[in-house]
């Protein structure tokens, strides 16, 4: 079955930066896309961008202002997500999500399986 | 950005009965080349990660139990739960897709009553 497995809670200071990764397996890695989606503590949800294990194609949320990279590593069906210069209000709960419904240059979709979440908190 | 505004907020349902949310977009996500909405449907239990419901606004994911329907279509779109079982008690959250940023809506929390 398809499974989405991501690394786990980190904690960090104010100006650090993480990284989050998602080990995808039961399907056939370049398929699909993943997307990143996160929920701060108590709240609703906010897709942060996608990267196209295919091509290696990404997009990312105006919001983030650049401080997002996406990248993959298609011999182990990994995908990573990095957010640098995190503030206290990246504190959140990521989630990675499995993409269907990609063209060669976007993944707008819905997210049809989703890891378990990593918790990560900003704090000093 | 589209805004996707959901009501209500939350509410309290009999076991049995229906559960009726709304979900209405700032702007049409209906793409006139193939009559598609895009718009999706997610279940969210406490401590779980969201659980794809309904895309297309209305097509059912594989194994989600027929109780469960979306309707709708241009900007405004209803997702129904009926004979709800004590294990809907959960979040709902409504998503578009037809454009970036992708977005969603605040969500209802539905309980039993």
């Known amino acids: 079955q398809v499974r989405l497995v991501q690394s786990g809670a980190e904690v960090k200071n104010p100006g650090a930066s993480v990284t989050v990764s998602c080990k995808a397996s039961g399907y056939t890695f370049t398929t699909y896309g993943i997307s990143w989606v996160r929920q701060a503590p108590g709240q609703g949800l906010e897709w942060m961008g996608w990267?196209?294990?295919?091509?290696?194609?990404?997009g990312s949320a105006r919001s983030l202002q650049g401080r997002v990279t996406m990248t993959t590593d298609t011999s182990t069906s990994v995908v990573y997500m990095e957010v640098r210069n995190l503030r206290s209000d990246d504190t959140a709960v990521y989630y990675c999500a499995r993409t269907p419904y990609c063209s060669t240059t976007s993944c707008y979709s819905w997210f049809d399986s989703w890891g378990q979440g990593t918790l990560v908190i900003v704090s000093s | 950005d589209i805004v996707m505004t959901q009501s209500p907020d939350s509410l309290a349902v009999s076991l049995g009965e229906r559960a009726t949310i709304k979900c209405k977009s700032s702007q049409s996500i209906l793409y006139s080349s193939n009559n598609k909405n895009y718009l999706a449907w997610y279940q969210q239990k406490p401590r779980q990660p969201p659980k794809l419901l309904i895309y297309w606004a209305s097509t059912r994911e594989s194994g989600v139990p027929d109780r469960f329907s979306g309707s709708g279509s241009g900007t405004d779109f209803t997702l129904t739960i009926s004979n709800l079982q004590a294990e809907d008690v959960a979040v709902y959250f409504c998503?578009?897709?037809?454009?970036?940023?992708?977005?969603f809506g605040g969500g209802t929390k539905v309980e039993i009553k």
């Open positions: 998503q578009q897709y037809f454009g970036a940023p992708l977005t």
């Open positions: 990267i196209s294990p295919y091509n290696g194609n990404t």
